[in-house]
């Protein structure tokens, strides 16, 4: 079992920068690939930005490409997404997901997420 809780978040300008933190307990993340997801206010959930087990290749949505950055450590068991030139349309639940495949089974944990709202 992987309990994930991400922090960081609050009120930023639009134009400016926060991270986000995600942090796990219970198992190494090291095997899993690592995704932020959002969800903003009657919308679907949406897929951010992942990164891969090693930490090797990140790939994002083209809403946030060139803006956000994932980067992790295995050794501290963290997850951060790097947020710069946020817009307004940024503003959003923002939830960590680790998954693996073992054994032809999916494994998926989840945060309980945290509010990230851009003022204009």
């Known amino acids: 079992q992987v309990r994930l809780v991400e922090s960081g978040g609050g009120v930023v300008q639009a134009g400016g920068s926060t991270r986000l933190s995600c942090a796990a307990s219970g198992r190494t993340l090291s095997t899993y690939s690592m995704t932020w997801y959002r969800q903003a206010p009657g919308k679907e959930r949406e897929l951010v930005g992942a990164?891969?087990?090693?930490?090797?290749?990140?790939n994002y949505a083209d809403s946030v490409k060139g803006r956000f950055t994932i980067s992790r450590d295995n050794a501290k068991n963290t997850v951060d997404l790097q947020m710069n030139s946020l817009k307004p349309e940024d503003t959003a639940v923002y939830y960590c997901?680790?998954?693996?495949?073992?054994?032809?089974?999916?494994?998926?944990?989840w945060g309980q997420g945290t509010q990230v709202t851009v003022s204009s």
């Open positions: 990164i891969t087990s090693a930490g090797g290749t990140t």
């Open positions: 997901n680790a998954q693996r495949w073992r054994g032809g089974i999916r494994y998926d944990y």
